[in-house]
């Protein structure tokens, strides 16, 4: 009945809003206003008849007019997180300049961002958000040294001097950015947006395009530089000196028997990069020792078979420079199967000479969007004002328009058509020339192709919106989709070669017997190699454990490392890591076969092991305390019981509030700090057609579960709610539930409310929504970050995180709100009886540590990228991710306030109860009074609290 009132009085509100437009020609329409400040190629072609400037200018950084938040030390520059350094200096006339830094990052922050301001003005809006690379290299190789499978070696951070020119951070734009400056007097600051760095040099360096490899060839004989003649010098793709991210390490390919170095069933790290080495800007540097200088044949033995029918774009740096114009976008064609080739000129086929000086030089290859830069920054710009356009028809249409209504769009957005069709030219002239550069794009280009039809539809029938709504919105989420693929370009390396002109290239694949033995040898070996267990052997006299790990094949190679690295060298003591199915655990320990730890298990079975006796209880060891310091109180005290703690956290996640800050900022919308003022910002978002989020679903699960017997999570928006009204889960011990409180009744009805009086959306793809602008604001576990740092880059900057909207209880805000762990447990049985008490804490106690949870983090972004981000529980590794300043803030603020759920016998039953009776109140099939659903699930658990308290014989 109420979904009939409602949709009544959507109609008529509806109709008499047209007949207001049309009687007094008022357009209603919410629009988001355009950034008004200049782009990069706007700025650029306003200073086109400019010329470059006339020699270059070195400004040494300790020698500043001005400074905030820097030091100088030893005649170099520390600037830090929050400075702001300015340069006052003199040019002799107008001119067009790249701008260099040379400097050096400080080890262990995050993204280094800079902010460029000439003359008290940002030049253009890229100038906003500059990004400085930061540099790894191996920790070592002696994973060459190990027999069998080796672990790939730890990344560290090396703090090197590098000049770097200043460019798009995006990869939009592939050459150094070029800035104006006028004759006489000017200004630059260099401000500080994120992170610490060193700086020693700013130069202005006039802005010259490259030459091209005629004019550069030409040049080096011109200045008697010889044609090398010697050996070919062959250098490990895998030996590489530095590279731009962690997740650039060598890696292993068993393809083919002709990979350098190879072994038919053993993993042996014999390539670098691959899948890891995708996004623009990231490099990978080799130092190479050549005999003479002279003029070299660079070939590389590679494979791109990642992306079908795409070729990736790398540029090359010779000793810190691009030598040429070709150099900067060089193609490395699709193929299943290695490739060995000389770089050469892509229409002539003529093969490339380098300038190699004696002794020491540096090759590097940074991916680049090449010739796709230019196409992806305008099909984002296209899709930046198809979400404008979207914005404004749902307004009139809402997100679930009436198909049979005729809306009278062209009325009440005149321009409508005009933007429509402009947008639609635009893509059609992008889809030509991604055709004309390659006719094997039609995969990419089809995404696009649907949206040119989607957008007919609505120009060809604006009166059938409601039809092709839908379609239109499904087919801007995958051009966003595709704006995130189309980035990607991947790249494996097994080696490159220097050689002089007319060397014959060493074959890339092997021959049909070649590949017939490596096949047979890769199937024997199947059966002997072992890929689930691994020994990390101290000494013969030393007492053994054995760990298991059921979170995955990643996680079992990183921590298998780390294991053999640190903890059995440095504690003596053996451990036995497997790999192992989470449902084996619970059986395999009954009979005595189980593990001594257990690792990242799910937030429910240390306690429930610990009601039968199966897991340790850790407050025996005397140093519990100290260890439990490390970690926010609520995360451990998920893990008591009475007087007991059966484990230590390692996982750790927690609701915050993401929103919209363009949305926000265009409707004058403050950021809410309580309920009170999130339901006065509701009537805005509504009125323009926007949907409110709250997760609906259960608390995030973390770490490992049986399939069987695992528990429910409760839902956070509810416990939260609970918790900031003063109520609580449990009463007795565990013996009762006690949301049939007045807080726990005053909380569900507040909760159910939202839903049924302020129409909040109860189930949906938020992250999906909240890119289209059609959800602006929701709370949702913040690991949310990781998707859409990586899955949204249309966004960037236009999204936030705050913390929860707290609730005013006697005169002061509570933010409460519930904490989800995983956890690392002693098998009590198992350890007892083989008496490895003592070692298996003393693993849990290293497991836990600052040192070790932050390497283990940093090396699982390493290899599932920022997407696999690990929520550590340790508070002091977790402060050191490099989650942003700002982001940062919110999370320690937020951390300030998390509060535990309880593992009780029978809790399992909890979240199911309360989730049941949550949607027999907002769905029109049952629409319970909330005071009657909540008794209902209140009976309904302790009835199954007092029965797991009798069978555990708990009193």
């Avoid at 004002?385 to 914005?391: A, D, G, S, T």
């Avoid at 490596?518 to 072992?530: L, W």
């Avoid at 409110?692 to 429910?712: C, D, E, V």
């Amino acid at each position: 009945m109420r979904s009939v009132i409602y949709s009544i009085t959507k109609h008529i509100l509806t109709f008499a809003l047209t007949l207001l437009v049309m009687l007094i020609g008022i357009i209603p329409v919410y629009s988001m206003a355009s950034d008004t400040e200049a782009k990069y190629n706007e700025y650029l072609e306003s200073h086109i008849q400019v010329s470059p400037g006339s020699e270059t200018a070195v400004i040494k950084a300790s020698e500043f007019e001005k400074a905030t938040g820097a030091d100088v030390i030893d005649g170099f520059l520390l600037t830090k997180s929050d400075s702001a350094v300015t340069y006052r200096f003199t040019l002799p006339e107008d001119g067009l300049y790249n701008i260099a830094l040379t400097y050096k990052a400080v080890a262990g922050g995050s993204e280094i961002i800079r902010r460029i301001i000439i003359n008290d003005s940002c030049p253009f809006k890229e100038a906003e958000y500059i990004t400085l690379k930061r540099y790894y290299r191996d920790k070592d190789t002696e994973y060459k040294n190990q027999q069998g499978n080796q672990s790939f070696p730890a990344q560290v951070e090396t703090e090197v001097w590098k000049q770097a020119y200043l460019s798009s951070a995006d990869g939009y734009i592939t050459e150094p950015f070029i800035f104006f400056f006028k004759s006489g007097v000017n200004t630059l600051t260099i401000e500080s947006v994120e992170s610490d760095i060193w700086l020693d040099t700013i130069s202005l360096i006039p802005a010259k395009p490259l030459v091209d490899y005629k004019s550069y060839l030409e040049e080096c004989l011109a200045k008697g530089y010889e044609k090398y003649d010697g050996d070919p010098i062959k250098i490990q793709a895998e030996d590489a000196s530095l590279k731009t991210s962690p997740s650039l390490y060598p890696i292993n390919d068993r393809t083919s028997p002709l990979t350098e170095p190879y072994h038919p069933s053993y993993i042996v790290l014999n390539a670098i990069g691959g899948y890891a080495w995708r996004f623009p800007g990231q490099a990978i540097e080799w130092t190479v020792e050549v005999p003479k200088t002279g003029l070299y044949k660079l070939a590389f033995k590679y494979k791109q078979s990642y992306v079908r029918g795409v070729f990736s774009t790398r540029k090359l740096l010779i000793n810190g420079v691009v030598p040429f114009r070709e150099a900067n976008d060089l193609r490395f064609e699709y193929s299943t199967k290695f490739s060995t080739s000389y770089l050469s000129d892509r229409n002539t086929g003529e093969e490339f000479l380098f300038l190699l000086n004696e002794g020491t030089n540096t090759i590097c290859l940074e991916a680049s969007l090449g010739v796709f830069g230019s196409l992806v920054s305008r099909v984002e710009e296209s899709l930046n004002n198809l979400n404008r356009i979207y914005q404004d028809i749902i307004v009139i249409t809402s997100t679930s328009p009436d198909k049979y209504r005729d809306y009278k769009l062209n009325t009440l957005i005149p321009d409508l058509n005009k933007r429509l069709a402009a947008e639609r030219d635009a893509l059609k002239n992008i889809v030509d020339e991604i055709n004309t550069i390659s006719g094997s794009f039609s995969s990419s280009t089809s995404i696009i192709n649907m949206l040119i039809v989607n957008i007919e539809r609505i120009l060809d029938k604006p009166n059938k919106i409601g039809s092709y709504l839908a379609d239109f919105k499904q087919s801007m989420s995958s051009l966003g989709d595709w704006i995130v693929s189309i980035q990607q370009q991947p790249m494996e390396i097994d080696y490159f070669i220097l050689a002089a002109d007319g060397t014959e290239l060493p074959r890339a694949e092997a021959g049909f017997f070649q590949k017939v033995l490596h096949s047979i040898r890769a199937f024997f070996g199947s059966f002997t190699t072992k890929f689930n267990s691994s020994s990390a052997m101290a000494d013969k006299s030393s007492k053994t454990i054995e760990v298991w790990v059921s979170t995955g094949r990643d996680q079992y190679d990183v921590l298998r490392r780390l294991i053999n690295e640190s903890f059995s060298k440095e504690s003596n003591i053996n451990v036995n890591l497997k790999l192992v199915n989470a449902d084996a655990v619970f059986p395999a320990s009954l009979t005595g076969n189980g593990p001594d730890v257990n690792i990242q298990v799910n937030s429910s079975i240390p306690v429930n092991f610990g009601y039968r006796d199966g897991a340790y209880d850790l407050t025996e060891f005397p140093d519990f305390e100290e260890v439990a310091s490390r970690f926010a109180p609520a995360a451990v005290e998920t893990f008591r019981f009475r007087d007991a703690c059966f484990a230590l956290p390692d996982q750790m996640s927690f609701n915050v509030m993401f929103y919209r800050t363009d949305i926000f900022e265009e409707l004058n919308l403050e950021v809410p700090q309580t309920m009170h003022d999130f339901l006065a910002i509701v009537p805005v978002l509504q009125k323009n057609q926007m949907d409110i989020y709250f997760t609906t679903g259960s608390q995030t699960a973390l770490g490992a579960s049986a399939t069987t017997g695992s528990t429910r999570n409760i839902n956070p928006v509810y416990v939260s709610f609970l918790y900031q009204n003063g109520g609580q889960l449990y009463r007795d011990d565990g013996a009762a539930t006690d949301i049939t409180s007045d807080a726990g009744i005053n909380a569900f009805k507040y909760w159910t409310e939202l839903y049924t009086k302020h129409n909040f959306i109860v189930q949906t793809d938020f992250a999906t929504r909240f890119r289209m602008g059609e959800i602006p604001v929701g709370i949702v576990d913040f690991t949310l970050f990781n998707t859409l740092s990586v899955a949204a880059p249309e966004i960037k900057g236009k999204w936030a995180m705050a913390r929860i909207p707290g609730t005013l209880r006697d005169g002061e805000v509570y933010y409460d709100t519930p904490v989800t762990v995983s956890g690392s447990l002693i098998v009590k049985n198992i350890a007892e009886k083989k008496g490895t008490l003592e070692e298996s804490w003393e693993f849990l106690k290293w497991w836990t540590s600052e040192e070790t949870q932050y390497n283990f983090a940093i090396e699982m972004e390493s290899v599932l990228g920022l997407a696999g981000r690990y929520p550590v529980a340790n508070l002091n590794a977790f402060f050191k991710l490099p989650w942003g300043k700002n982001n940062l803030q919110v999370l320690k603020d937020s951390l300030q306030s998390l509060r535990a759920v309880p593992q009780v016998p029978g809790s399992y039953i909890t979240g199911r109860s309360i989730e049941n009776a949550f949607l027999s109140v907002v769905t029109e099939t049952t629409n319970l009074n909330p005071t009657d659903a909540i008794y209902k699930a209140a009976d309904q658990i302790n009835t199954e609290l007092k029965n797991k308290r009798k069978e555990f014989r708990i009193e």
